[in-house]
């Protein structure tokens, strides 16, 4: 669970900070980021990849505490 939360860790934060570096360099970084390719999010870009890396966050803390519970 510990290798899964750290993955999944990594793909939002790269996906949140990628996403504000295509946003504040006009596109740059355009390989990096799905939110700028999705459609849905247009005009809240900005605001979806902060939610990203907030929730990438999240995930890292979940994964520093995940402890693997040996016994019944």
Request: hydrophobic share 50%; proline share 1%.
């Amino acid at each position: 669970m510990k290798t899964f939360l750290g993955l999944l860790c990594f793909v939002l934060l790269s996906q949140g900070v990628g996403g504000l570096l295509y946003e504040l360099t006009d596109g740059w970084f355009q390989l990096w980021s799905f939110v700028s390719r999705a459609d849905f999010f247009d005009g809240y870009e900005i605001y979806v990849s902060v939610v990203l890396i907030v929730a990438g966050g999240a995930m890292g803390a979940a994964a520093g505490a995940a402890t693997r519970k040996d016994g019944p």
